[in-house]
């Protein structure tokens, strides 16, 4: 039974050997020795029991090994599909990075070589229509550049270039990938202050053309591609051509063969070795290493060149030797002297229109347009008027007709303009003679706050055309916008008070800021600035920006828009031509400074005819005119003391409009001023925002000098000029008018207790309409009352006033002022309100006579008078009936009022 037992283990051992193909060798030899013999079938068993288990052990090694082999390579296939995977997607997102956001095309180089033997003429028109060159302004390179062929220049001069710049230069395609890796290698891992050092010679000349400059990868890629596509399109020894041409090499100069004449005064072919390698020197860092500045560094930079140049087998070991540690010869004495020619503010302004024109018109970069205009042999036609500018430099820089100021020396700029042809005229961007070659012009390029002169334009003229208003208005003279944290009213007006019922006449001439902004509200902000900037040529406002820090600008917002407080401000030239709408009959025309440019062949590659645009109708143009006349010539006009043109008496009827600015702070002073013939406008301030301290504004006494000469120059010399403006077929003039109702004026009008009490009167017979607007209902805002001449009250129905003391008089009827707090009125003493049968009159003589149908913390507004000329007269009040506060011993408290 045992020995059964035996046998079935030993079979289910067998067994289980066969399904694990293991065995133990070692129990199978120590079962043979523990037996002491063997029979001849028992040793064959085991021998063949070793066999296989040699082979079982085999088989498993080597699934052992099929299954670790199978893992690696299911692992390795899995990582090669992965990168596959990520590569594509890394590639696919780069194609579609260049595709948006990279312009692989550059033909900025298309242009560049110019005959430097040419040069461009600048011309006005006479008169007579006759072309006049300006001989003084004629260009001739005024940033020292000279080209020069690649045959003339000498070889050692290319070689040192090459040699320290791109020594494989001559093999690439315009880039060099190991240059290129080295540099993304220490972008990822940085062994150097910067990430460059790998820009060939193509990529160079790119950058130096584009003027584009930026540490960035977006900048290095689009360089890498326009380098590639440059290769294609041009010879190697063009490309060096036009990198040894205009590269910068300090001391005003650019490109080599100018730079050989300032340092050495030699040409080119006449240059040493060592005068070769001192001007690649320069190229890495032109100032770092002017000879003339730094010749230490200069010195050593050559010496490493030089180095370069051996070790490349550019030059032998002699010459080597004898250039290496060589003294330079420096000489400032050449042949040929480039200075540069300080223009005129106006041929500043023409030559950066003409740039921009040129970079348009040709598609290509700031440096080929440069080319183009100083070398070019172009044939420039501008619009100056040599008089006009004459004029304005005349005034600017005589001190005995500047505003007295204190402090330091202000400044000034001024603008003057043709409205019908946009021609401008003549330019000045400071004050005193002009030293500086291509320096600041205030007039052009500085950005300064107008203050009111922007009311006009932003929304009083819109204001009109969309009939919001007429010429009469009316306006209320009333602050809109509560502050709850402050408890105050926003905006205040420059003196402090409020007007209440006005014309809008009054309105402008005053320059209320109240009723800018209540204008508005109205019209919209963002139809207001997009008018603004859609229609009347304003490229300095902004919409929204948000800086850095989180901080948001924006321009479309009630401050800018309705009192002038911009972002960046406004520049003189925009402002010119858009007050040129006015004066052009509704038309909006871009101010220009040239009229063509020719090419050396006499062929007109730029036809500068202005940009035209109908804005307004022309009822609307003549009515503002109108309006900003009256700021000129008008009882209030905020301009007629510092304008005196129409005063002089051989001008006096000369037509004049305009609107003065300025800023709460006083650091900035405007005018914009114009006749039928001018439009001009002048600012005044400090460079540095410092505040102006002077009586009047300065800015409307500049313009006054000029335009008072210009006048007294076309009248002495018999010229011809226009003296008012034209008055529309749909115009209607000499409309008499109610200022409070906007409508035709009746006897109650004439009654006005305001206007009898010593204020403005309210009827006027200057009224400007568009026939489709000509009034033809009468006032019904001005409500008879018999007034008290003694007690100085309102005499209502239950005063037993003497008949001598009473007069005709009428209050205003004005319902619709509402505040959180009590706002000084100046009219809010002569406001009607009508109250209900069996109304009690207050007894009160500090309140007007409607006080108590004004329920508690409402305001309507107060004069600040303690006695009010619309309280009723209390002195011959005799009611039938007692009043509630003498009934229950309690008397109204007006202490809340004021």
Same mark, same amino acid.
Request: charged share 20%; with cysteine.
């Given at each position: 039974?045992?020995?059964?037992?035996?046998?079935?283990?030993?079979?289910?051992?067998?067994?289980?050997?066969?399904?694990?193909?293991?065995?133990?060798?070692?129990?199978?030899?120590?079962?043979?020795?523990?037996?002491?013999?063997?029979?001849?079938?028992?040793?064959?068993?085991?021998?063949?029991?070793?066999?296989?288990?040699?082979?079982?052990?085999?088989?498993?090694?080597?699934?052992?090994?099929?299954?670790?082999?199978?893992?690696?390579?299911?692992?390795?296939?899995?990582?090669?599909?992965?990168?596959?995977?990520?590569?594509?997607?890394?590639?696919?997102?780069?194609?579609?990075?260049?595709?948006?956001?990279?312009?692989?095309?550059?033909?900025?180089?298309?242009?560049?070589?110019?005959?430097?033997?040419?040069?461009?003429?600048?011309?006005?028109?006479?008169?007579?229509?006759?072309?006049?060159?300006?001989?003084?302004?004629?260009?001739?390179?005024?940033?020292?550049?000279?080209?020069?062929?690649?045959?003339?220049?000498?070889?050692?001069?290319?070689?040192?270039?090459?040699?320290?710049?791109?020594?494989?230069?001559?093999?690439?395609?315009?880039?060099?990938?190991?240059?290129?890796?080295?540099?993304?290698?220490?972008?990822?891992?940085?062994?150097?202050?910067?990430?460059?050092?790998?820009?060939?010679?193509?990529?160079?000349?790119?950058?130096?053309?584009?003027?584009?400059?930026?540490?960035?990868?977006?900048?290095?890629?689009?360089?890498?591609?326009?380098?590639?596509?440059?290769?294609?399109?041009?010879?190697?020894?063009?490309?060096?051509?036009?990198?040894?041409?205009?590269?910068?090499?300090?001391?005003?100069?650019?490109?080599?063969?100018?730079?050989?004449?300032?340092?050495?005064?030699?040409?080119?072919?006449?240059?040493?070795?060592?005068?070769?390698?001192?001007?690649?020197?320069?190229?890495?860092?032109?100032?770092?290493?002017?000879?003339?500045?730094?010749?230490?560094?200069?010195?050593?930079?050559?010496?490493?060149?030089?180095?370069?140049?051996?070790?490349?087998?550019?030059?032998?070991?002699?010459?080597?030797?004898?250039?290496?540690?060589?003294?330079?010869?420096?000489?400032?004495?050449?042949?040929?002297?480039?200075?540069?020619?300080?223009?005129?503010?106006?041929?500043?302004?023409?030559?950066?229109?003409?740039?921009?024109?040129?970079?348009?018109?040709?598609?290509?970069?700031?440096?080929?347009?440069?080319?183009?205009?100083?070398?070019?042999?172009?044939?420039?036609?501008?619009?100056?008027?040599?008089?006009?500018?004459?004029?304005?430099?005349?005034?600017?820089?005589?001190?005995?007709?500047?505003?007295?100021?204190?402090?330091?020396?202000?400044?000034?700029?001024?603008?003057?303009?043709?409205?019908?042809?946009?021609?401008?005229?003549?330019?000045?961007?400071?004050?005193?003679?002009?030293?500086?070659?291509?320096?600041?012009?205030?007039?052009?390029?500085?950005?300064?706050?107008?203050?009111?002169?922007?009311?006009?334009?932003?929304?009083?003229?819109?204001?009109?055309?969309?009939?919001?208003?007429?010429?009469?208005?009316?306006?209320?003279?009333?602050?809109?916008?509560?502050?709850?944290?402050?408890?105050?009213?926003?905006?205040?007006?420059?003196?402090?008070?409020?007007?209440?019922?006005?014309?809008?006449?009054?309105? !402008?001439?005053? +320059? $209320?800021?109240?009723?800018? #902004? /209540?204008?508005?509200?109205?019209?919209? *902000?963002?139809? =207001?600035?997009? %008018?603004?900037?859609?229609?009347?040529?304003?490229?300095?406002?902004?919409?929204?920006?948000?800086?850095?820090?989180?901080?948001?600008?924006?321009?479309?917002?009630?401050?800018?828009?309705?009192?002038?407080?911009?972002?960046?401000?406004?520049?003189?030239?925009?402002?010119?031509?858009?007050?040129?709408?006015?004066?052009?009959?509704?038309?909006?025309?871009?101010?220009?400074?040239?009229?063509?440019?020719?090419?050396?062949?006499?062929?007109?590659?730029?036809?500068?005819?202005?940009?035209?645009?109908?804005?307004?109708?022309?009822?609307?143009?003549? !009515?503002?005119? +109108? $309006?900003?006349?009256?700021? #000129? /010539?008008?009882?209030?006009?905020?301009? *007629?003391?510092? =304008?005196?043109? %129409?005063?002089?008496?051989?001008?006096?009827?000369?037509?004049?409009?305009?609107?003065?600015?300025?800023?709460?702070?006083?650091?900035?002073?405007?005018?914009?001023?114009?006749?039928?013939?001018?439009?001009?406008?002048?600012?005044?301030?400090?460079?540095?925002?410092?505040?102006?301290?002077?009586?009047?504004?300065?800015?409307?006494?500049?313009?006054?000098?000029?335009?008072?000469?210009?006048?007294?120059?076309?009248?002495?010399?018999?010229?011809?000029?226009?003296?008012?403006?034209?008055?529309?077929?749909?115009?209607?003039?000499?409309?008499?008018?109610?200022?409070? +109702?906007?409508?035709?004026?009746?006897?109650?009008?004439?009654?006005?207790?305001?206007?009898?009490?010593?204020?403005?009167?309210?009827?006027?017979?200057?009224?400007?309409?568009?026939?489709?607007?000509?009034?033809?209902?009468?006032?019904?805002?001005?409500?008879?009352?018999?007034?008290?001449?003694?007690?100085?009250?309102?005499?209502?129905?239950?005063?037993?006033?003497?008949?001598?003391?009473?007069?005709?008089?009428?209050?205003?009827?004005?319902?619709?002022?509402?505040?959180?707090?009590?706002?000084?009125?100046?009219?809010?003493?002569?406001?009607?309100?009508?109250?209900?049968?069996?109304?009690?009159?207050?007894?009160?003589?500090?309140?007007?006579?409607?006080?108590?149908?004004?329920?508690?913390?409402?305001?309507?507004?107060?004069?600040?008078?303690?006695?009010?000329?619309?309280?009723?007269?209390?002195?011959?009040?005799?009611?039938?009936?007692?009043?509630?506060?003498?009934?229950?011993?309690?008397?109204?408290?007006?202490?809340?009022?004021?």
């Amino acid at each position: 039974m045992q020995d059964e037992n035996n046998i079935n283990k030993n079979d289910n051992e067998e067994m289980l050997s066969k399904k694990t193909k293991m065995i133990d060798i070692s129990e199978i030899k120590n079962g043979e020795k523990a037996n002491g013999s063997s029979t001849p079938t028992s040793s064959g068993i085991g021998k063949r029991r070793a066999k296989i288990a040699a082979k079982i052990t085999l088989k498993s090694v080597l699934f052992i090994l099929r299954k670790v082999l199978t893992y690696t390579l299911n692992i390795l296939l899995t990582i090669i599909l992965v990168g596959i995977i990520t590569g594509a997607v890394v590639g696919l997102a780069f194609i579609i990075y260049i595709k948006n956001y990279i312009d692989p095309e550059y033909n900025g180089l298309d242009n560049l070589k110019f005959d430097s033997s040419l040069s461009s003429p600048i011309f006005y028109v006479n008169e007579l229509g006759e072309e006049v060159e300006l001989e003084a302004d004629r260009l001739h390179g005024s940033e020292n550049r000279l080209w020069a062929e690649y045959t003339a220049m000498p070889e050692n001069l290319v070689e040192a270039f090459v040699a320290v710049e791109d020594q494989r230069f001559f093999t690439h395609n315009g880039v060099d990938t190991k240059r290129t890796a080295s540099a993304i290698y220490n972008f990822f891992i940085p062994t150097k202050s910067s990430y460059g050092g790998g820009s060939t010679i193509t990529q160079q000349l790119i950058k130096n053309v584009t003027g584009e400059n930026d540490n960035t990868i977006q900048r290095k890629i689009q360089e890498i591609f326009r380098a590639l596509n440059v290769e294609e399109k041009f010879l190697k020894t063009e490309i060096l051509e036009m990198y040894l041409n205009t590269i910068a090499m300090s001391q005003n100069t650019h490109g080599v063969k100018a730079a050989a004449e300032t340092y050495f005064g030699k040409d080119l072919g006449d240059l040493t070795l060592v005068e070769c390698a001192a001007l690649a020197a320069i190229a890495k860092s032109p100032v770092a290493y002017d000879p003339i500045i730094n010749p230490k560094n200069n010195l050593e930079r050559r010496n490493l060149i030089l180095k370069l140049m051996l070790e490349q087998g550019k030059i032998n070991v002699d010459e080597f030797n004898e250039a290496y540690d060589a003294p330079l010869s420096l000489s400032r004495d050449g042949e040929t002297e480039y200075t540069e020619t300080v223009h005129s503010y106006y041929i500043d302004a023409v030559l950066d229109d003409v740039m921009v024109a040129l970079m348009e018109t040709f598609d290509c970069d700031k440096t080929t347009a440069s080319r183009m205009l100083y070398s070019g042999g172009l044939n420039i036609i501008t619009c100056l008027d040599p008089f006009v500018q004459s004029t304005l430099e005349d005034v600017f820089t005589d001190d005995t007709k500047w505003p007295t100021t204190t402090g330091i020396r202000a400044q000034a700029a001024m603008t003057v303009m043709d409205p019908k042809t946009g021609n401008l005229l003549g330019i000045v961007g400071g004050r005193g003679e002009k030293k500086i070659s291509r320096g600041l012009n205030r007039a052009t390029q500085s950005m300064r706050q107008c203050g009111s002169a922007i009311k006009p334009l932003s929304v009083y003229a819109l204001a009109i055309d969309m009939g919001i208003y007429t010429y009469t208005g009316p306006v209320d003279d009333v602050p809109t916008v509560y502050n709850e944290k402050t408890n105050s009213y926003w905006p205040t007006n420059a003196n402090k008070v409020y007007e209440g019922r006005v014309s809008l006449s009054f309105a !402008i001439q005053k +320059s $209320l800021n109240t009723v800018a #902004v /209540s204008t508005v509200q109205k019209i919209g *902000v963002e139809k =207001v600035f997009d %008018n603004l900037v859609n229609n009347m040529g304003f490229t300095t406002l902004i919409e929204r920006k948000t800086l850095d820090n989180g901080k948001t600008y924006s321009d479309m917002q009630l401050s800018p828009l309705a009192l002038g407080s911009f972002t960046y401000g406004v520049t003189v030239r925009e402002m010119t031509q858009a007050y040129s709408v006015f004066a052009n009959n509704g038309v909006f025309i871009k101010a220009r400074t040239f009229y063509e440019v020719r090419d050396n062949k006499g062929n007109v590659i730029i036809n500068n005819t202005p940009e035209k645009k109908e804005v307004y109708s022309e009822s609307t143009a003549y !009515i503002m005119t +109108s $309006l900003l006349r009256n700021v #000129v /010539s008008g009882s209030y006009g905020t301009a *007629v003391r510092d =304008v005196t043109l %129409n005063d002089k008496g051989k001008f006096s009827e000369l037509q004049v409009a305009g609107k003065t600015g300025s800023t709460n702070d006083n650091k900035d002073n405007y005018f914009a001023g114009y006749t039928p013939d001018y439009v001009a406008c002048c600012w005044f301030g400090y460079d540095n925002n410092k505040t102006i301290v002077s009586s009047g504004n300065p800015a409307t006494k500049l313009w006054d000098a000029v335009m008072l000469k210009i006048y007294t120059h076309l009248e002495d010399n018999d010229i011809d000029y226009t003296k008012k403006f034209e008055v529309p077929a749909s115009v209607v003039t000499g409309v008499q008018y109610c200022s409070v +109702s906007g409508k035709l004026a009746t006897d109650a009008c004439k009654n006005d207790l305001m206007h009898y009490k010593g204020g403005m009167t309210t009827v006027y017979s200057d009224g400007v309409f568009d026939k489709s607007s000509v009034p033809t209902e009468y006032c019904d805002m001005h409500v008879p009352i018999k007034w008290n001449t003694v007690t100085q009250a309102v005499s209502l129905p239950g005063c037993n006033c003497p008949p001598e003391q009473l007069i005709d008089a009428s209050l205003r009827l004005i319902t619709d002022r509402h505040f959180n707090r009590q706002v000084t009125i100046r009219d809010a003493q002569y406001v009607y309100m009508p109250v209900p049968e069996g109304y009690v009159y207050p007894t009160s003589v500090n309140v007007p006579f409607f006080q108590n149908i004004i329920g508690q913390g409402v305001y309507v507004g107060s004069s600040g008078s303690g006695k009010p000329f619309n309280r009723i007269c209390i002195e011959h009040y005799q009611p039938d009936i007692p009043f509630p506060d003498q009934d229950d011993g309690t008397e109204f408290d007006d202490s809340i009022l004021y």
